[in-house]
């Protein structure tokens, strides 16, 4: 060993961030928690892409807050039930066909018993004075939910662009902006948007990289 090498302290070189999901992550541990998700997800969408981030990201650190965001962004290209299509992406990262089993297996079957249950039982109580007023207070709770995962979704990505560059975290809220403007006022399709943005992020979005990079190796 040379004087330098004593000299220079041995720095832990820090695992990737979700490293433990990749190799550790057990299948029975990802069909219970998927479990967990399926019996829990009332609300629709928005509770079980709320508790998907919960228990992958803020529990378990099995997933990013990039992975997650990328994933949705690959799932609102396809047609289909986007919720569906995350949870193959997030299974098939987890631990590969094994991992997909098991998160369509915990998200359906408890749904699917739960949500037959139910209708059957406001078929039974729906014109009821109690039941319509209950939803007079789940749709609120609905549009509250919407709000935070879509808090979720943005903060990261703003606090991502603003370290980056403050070109990126421009763009970036411009989109937000412009699609919340254009989808909520001007009643534009979804698709329109997500080829749009996608289509003007690819011209913009090199020339932006390239400079990040640029930046980053002059100030190593």
Request: hydrophobic share 50%.
């Amino acid at each position: 060993m040379t004087d330098k090498q004593l000299s220079e302290p041995t720095v832990a070189i820090p695992k990737p961030h979700n490293a433990y999901a990749t190799s550790k992550v057990n299948f029975w541990e990802i069909l219970r928690i998927w479990l967990l998700i399926g019996v829990q997800s009332f609300g629709g969408g928005s509770a079980t892409m709320f508790l998907i981030r919960r228990e992958h990201i803020t529990k378990r650190n099995w997933l990013t807050e990039d992975d997650v965001n990328e994933f949705w962004a690959l799932c609102q290209l396809t047609p289909g039930m986007s919720i569906i299509a995350l949870s193959i992406l997030i299974g098939r990262k987890l631990k590969g066909w094994k991992g997909i089993v098991a998160v369509l297996t915990g998200l359906l079957f408890p749904s699917v018993i739960i949500t037959t249950i139910l209708a059957a039982g406001f078929n039974a109580v729906g014109s009821l004075a109690p039941a319509q007023a209950m939803l007079k207070g789940v749709i609120p709770a609905t549009a509250g939910l919407s709000l935070a995962v879509a808090l979720q979704f943005a903060i990261p990505l703003l606090k991502k662009g603003w370290n980056e560059k403050v070109a990126s975290f421009s763009f970036s809220l411009l989109v937000i902006g412009a699609c919340a403007t254009l989808s909520g006022i001007f009643k534009f399709s979804a698709s329109f948007l997500l080829i749009g943005s996608g289509t003007l992020a690819a011209l913009i979005f090199p020339r932006i990289w390239w400079s990040i990079q640029q930046t980053q190796e002059q100030s190593k």
